[in-house]
Structure formats: C-alpha cells, structure tokens
C-alpha cells in the first residue's frame, strides 16, 4: 500500500522546478514535471506520479539512473568507479539486467544508498 505524500513546496530556477519534499530536494525539468501537474486540492501517492518511470526503467533502474544523474556522472564514470562496463550499466538502468547483491553492495558504499533498494 502506498503512502500519500505531504504537501510539496516547489520553486523555479529558469526551465528547472526543486521540488523540497521529507527534507530532500528534487530537480526536475519544467516541462517533465507539468506532466505529472494535479490539482491542489487533491494528493497523489509517490508510486503514482513515478508509475511510468518505474515501468520502463524498474525502481531499482530508476534509483541507479537518479543516483548517476545526482552524481553528475556519465554511464562509463559510473561504471568505473563501480567496476563493470558501460553496457552493464546502460542494461540496469534500463531493467534488462537485474543489479544484483554484489553490485549493489558496491553502491551502497561509495554512494551510501542502502543496497537493499537495488534487490527486486
């Protein structure tokens, strides 16, 4: 069962929107964030607004791509520091190949995101 989120403050940097949500800050272009726009009197669960986002890339694809964005990493920076190719990361992000626990525990400790999350 989903939780519905708080109420979220939102601000504008030219075509980008910071959404302040739980005491994280998230960036979105403008143009992808009027896409999941509802109205103000209504609230929306999480696994709603990023239901398509999950489907085409997985949760634990979506987390690694989000990760790799947040770090301002390339998809071959990324692999390096996490010591498997370009492909392989292209295939997680996109939830051709699972991450695995391996993999996983190796995020979790360079970017201190619990590994658990990577597991389907």
């Keep these: 069962m989903s939780a519905h989120m708080k109420k979220l403050?939102?601000?504008q940097h030219?075509?980008?929107?910071?959404?302040?949500?739980?005491?994280?800050?998230?960036?979105?272009?403008?143009?992808?964030?009027?896409k999941y726009r509802v109205p103000t009197n209504h609230s929306v669960s999480a696994d709603k607004v990023f239901s398509a986002l999950n489907k085409e890339y997985?949760?634990?694809g979506a987390l690694l791509r989000g990760?790799?964005?947040?770090e301002?990493?390339?998809?071959?920076?990324?692999?390096?520091?996490l010591n498997v190719t370009q492909s392989?990361?292209?295939?997680?992000?996109?939830?051709?190949?699972?991450?695995?626990?391996?993999i996983a525990q190796r995020i979790e400790k360079i970017f201190d995101v619990d590994y658990r999350s990577f597991l389907e």
Excluded at 21 to 30: E, I, L, R, S, T
Excluded at 72 to 81: D, R, V
């Design 14 to 34: 030219n075509n980008i929107i910071c959404i302040h949500h739980a005491g994280d800050v998230y960036q979105f272009p403008k143009e992808i964030a009027e």
């Design 58 to 60: 997985t949760k634990p």
């Design 67 to 70: 990760i790799r964005v947040r």
């Design 88 to 102: 392989d990361i292209s295939q997680m992000e996109r939830g051709i190949r699972n991450i695995g626990r391996v």
């Design 9 to 11: 403050h939102t601000k």
């Design 72 to 81: 301002n990493l390339t998809q071959i920076e990324m692999a390096q520091k």
